[in-house]
């Protein structure tokens, strides 16, 4: 195996595996249990940080500038959970005034006592799980919280005093349901919050939406209704003040995810927990999925990473392409070569691409095709 070098990493991701139970749609590394287990999660990842700083590859900085807590479902740890946390990861590097640190919630799990909790320990941005406004819908979901649910976890975050706060809905969603995505978007605005993420429903084999589908019980949206749902969200935000940053992200002037954003610039990051990835340049690995054979391997060595591997040239390549397609800042002209950009000029002419600055970026039309694209241009590099 080639020689790991050193890097140091300033944004840390933390897996929260914990779900009350398992939504319809989800293949998410979760494990499904009525409470979340705080000390089994804290003493797991007190575990591995050890392995991790006496390997010494992933050197976490002193002074991080980016710690995502993601799930699962973190508010299922409650309000003690952060601070918890912060003790595990040392409280002298989550000292800098920059930090962004970002913790995920659902609606049926935040209270008031929560969002205080969370935020005197440090949390300072929040993403809730939202997905949708429509009863019919959050039961065919199998979410846990209602129509009001959203509301009154906003306007507890808020209360709370955490004002950057993102909201995730999923569109895309079979016919039959007669969702009106127009309604959600209206009420998601009504919402006044500085970010949201729109995911387009994901159907994964292993579910049992995945299973629904190969027995022909449930229809997947066809390509007409997912493309005009995109589109309406782009123009309906687009028209509210939000910045159409990311493929999937709208953010107010000034509340981007900085974490987020680390995985696009293709920057080091360390991840914890059950099925957390890290990644430095040319290296990346992942941990054990499985939440409990994971805290089983970090309670007694600390190593809980299933597998490595190094990114060939090529690898690299295509993934700086793909990353960089998928913002609004796109790829700089100077990086292509010729085939790739008379590839460039014909997404212009389909209305897929525009060139500004020297730089080539999707338009939304682009982004609903971004996969293909990537591999147009991958494929088109010159020798
Ligand atoms: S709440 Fe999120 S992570 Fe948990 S089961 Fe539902 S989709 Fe999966």
Redesign the pocket.
């Known amino acids: 195996m080639d020689t790991l070098s050193k890097v140091s990493v300033s944004s840390v991701y933390v897996h929260a595996p914990f ?1 009350s ?3 319809f ?2 293949d ?1 590394a ?1 494990e499904v249990n009525s409470s979340g287990d705080l000390g089994a999660w804290t003493e797991a990842l007190s575990g591995e940080l050890r392995a991790v700083e006496r390997e010494g590859v992933f050197v976490i900085s002193e002074a991080l500038k980016t710690l995502y807590v993601g ?3 973190p508010s299922l740890l409650g309000s003690e959970a952060m601070k918890s946390l912060a003790e595990v990861i040392g409280r002298n590097r989550l000292e800098d005034p920059e930090l962004e640190w970002t913790a995920e919630a ?1 609606p049926e799990s935040v209270t008031h006592d929560l969002v205080e909790g969370w935020r005197k320990a440090g949390v300072n941005r929040m993403s809730l ?1 939202v997905q949708s406004f429509d009863a019919q819908v959050l039961t065919w979901m ?2 846990l919280h209602g129509p009001d649910g959203a509301v009154r976890a906003v306007k507890a975050i808020k209360e709370a005093g955490v004002h950057n706060l993102s909201v995730d809905l999923i569109f895309g969603l079979p016919s039959r349901l007669n969702r009106c995505w127009r309604t959600d978007l209206y009420k998601v605005l009504e919402l006044d919050v500085p970010h949201i993420n729109l995911y387009g429903l994901s159907i994964e084999s292993d579910t049992p939406l995945g299973r629904s589908v190969r027995d022909g019980s449930e229809v997947p949206v066809n390509e007409g209704q997912y493309r005009d749902e995109y589109l309406a969200a782009v123009e309906l935000l687009g028209n509210a003040g939000y910045q159409h940053y990311e493929v999937s992200s709208f953010s107010q002037p000034g509340f981007s995810s900085r974490h987020n954003s680390v995985y696009w610039d293709g920057r080091p990051y360390l991840g914890l927990g059950n099925a957390a990835h890290s990644y430095s340049d040319s290296y990346r690995r992942w941990n054990v999925r499985d939440w409990l054979s994971y805290s089983a391997l970090a309670t007694e060595t600390g190593v809980t990473w299933e597998k490595g591997e190094h990114l060939d040239v090529a690898s690299r390549s295509l993934e700086r392409l793909w990353l960089g397609l998928r913002t609004v800042f796109g790829l700089p002209i100077r990086d292509l070569d010729d085939p790739q950009r008379l590839i460039i000029e014909s997404w212009a002419r389909e209305g897929w691409s525009v060139l500004e600055d020297e730089r080539v970026r999707l338009t939304a039309e682009g982004w609903l095709v971004l996969d293909r694209l990537t591999l147009e241009l991958d494929n088109a590099r010159a020798g």
Request: aromatic share 14%; hydrophobic share 15%.
């Open positions: 779900c139970r398992r939504c749609y989800c998410f979760v799930g699962g479902t659902n799980g199998g979410r």
